[in-house]
């Protein structure tokens, strides 16, 4: 207990001060987010969506980067793409004017390489990236679209894959390792998110097999994730089954498997699809993973997101990530920190 205390500690001021790490990244990435949907009923919440994020925004906006995948699209009117069917397939069109909300909170980049970027075809992407663009989030995900930023002289990139048209798709492993590496050479630090793998509490864990859902391949996310390493991606960012899944460090990087649910206004918050974890990484000057932590946040029926105290979400993916990855998880203590580990001997920041 002693040396956990001693490690929380050491992380947990490493973390508010890793500015004095030259040439340090820090990152904070999380899972869906869908602030309420007028589609095909109104189900948005209250004033106009404002508070959602009151309890975690500090923690979003202090971070270098802070990442999120956008399910659904920001749009008023247009013609669904979709027969929604209650259960299995959902269609998500959010008023343009709550992007405002994502801005305030400190997000830079929004992921839309997913299953929800076509809801209302072309016209809903295009009035997506219209309302990003207004609000300065940078996006990535329409075919051949990613992120790029320049943080403390270090070019940053970021590249989207999902298993939906309309996307660069997971399942081109070849054309995704070909264009990784070609990112590598030009930037210092390449990010990979991807929208991948089967949905809900049967897809807990994470196989290095195909998964379907629904009768669709949903990818190989072990294979795809440690191909992108192989290429020279330094950090991994999954999401999609809408529940928190295992970490892993591959070749001195981190990959997260899928980070859930974040802030999915009135759909699935029951059992582990309510846990909305934030993970905070910081990565060295060649992009290797340095410590980090797993924020624990939960999402509750008609309130604002809000932090628990009691770690579930890092509990959860602190199991997940030494069943799934005995050989090659990190450790991660019981309030979240995050520890690199070289055979089950914690590494700290010198």
């Known amino acids: 207990m002693t040396r956990q205390y001693f490690f929380h500690t050491l992380i947990t001021v490493l973390l508010l001060l890793s500015f004095a790490y030259s040439g340090s990244l820090r990152v904070i990435a999380v899972g869906d987010i869908m602030l309420g949907s007028d589609y095909p009923v109104n189900m948005l919440p209250p004033g106009g969506g404002s508070g959602l994020f009151v ?167 072990v294979r795809f994730a440690r191909a992108v390493v192989d290429s020279g991606a330094d950090l991994v960012w999954g999401h999609g089954p809408h529940v928190p899944r295992a970490l892993e460090i591959y070749r001195d990087r981190l990959i997260a498997y899928s980070l859930g649910n974040f802030c999915t206004w009135g759909f699935n918050l029951a059992d582990e699809r309510g846990y909305a974890p934030v993970l905070d990484v910081v990565l060295d000057s060649t992009g290797a993973f340095m410590y980090g932590k797993v924020i624990s946040v939960l999402q509750r029926p008609g309130q604002p997101l809000v932090l628990d105290t009691l770690h579930s979400a890092a509990g959860l993916i602190r199991r997940l990530s030494a069943e799934d990855f005995p050989g090659s998880a990190p450790l991660v203590m019981e309030d979240g920190t995050i520890l690199r580990t070289e055979t089950g001997t914690a590494i700290t920041p010198e």
């Not at 830079?108 to 009035?127: C, R, T, V, Y």
């Open 55 to 221: 309890n975690v925004g500090d923690t979003l906006r202090s971070a270098d980067l802070t990442l999120g995948n956008l399910e659904g699209v920001f749009l008023e009117g247009g013609l669904c793409a979709k027969k929604p069917v209650k259960g299995k397939v959902y269609a998500f069109r959010t008023p343009p004017s709550f992007a405002q909300h994502l801005m305030d909170a400190g997000f830079d980049f929004l992921n839309l390489a997913n299953n929800h970027m076509n809801d209302f075809g072309s016209s809903g992407i295009e009035s997506t990236m219209q309302t990003l663009d207004a609000c300065g989030i940078a996006y990535g995900g329409p075919a051949g679209r990613i992120g790029e930023f320049l943080v403390n002289g270090k070019k940053v990139v970021i590249v989207c894959y999902a298993t939906s048209p309309g996307a660069d798709l997971v399942f081109d492993m070849e054309e995704a390792q070909a264009r990784v590496a070609g990112l590598a050479r030009q930037n210092h630090i390449v990010i990979v998110s991807f929208h991948a793998g089967g949905e809900g509490l049967n897809f807990l864990h994470t196989r290095d097999t195909l998964e379907y859902f629904l009768d669709q391949p949903r990818g190989n996310v």
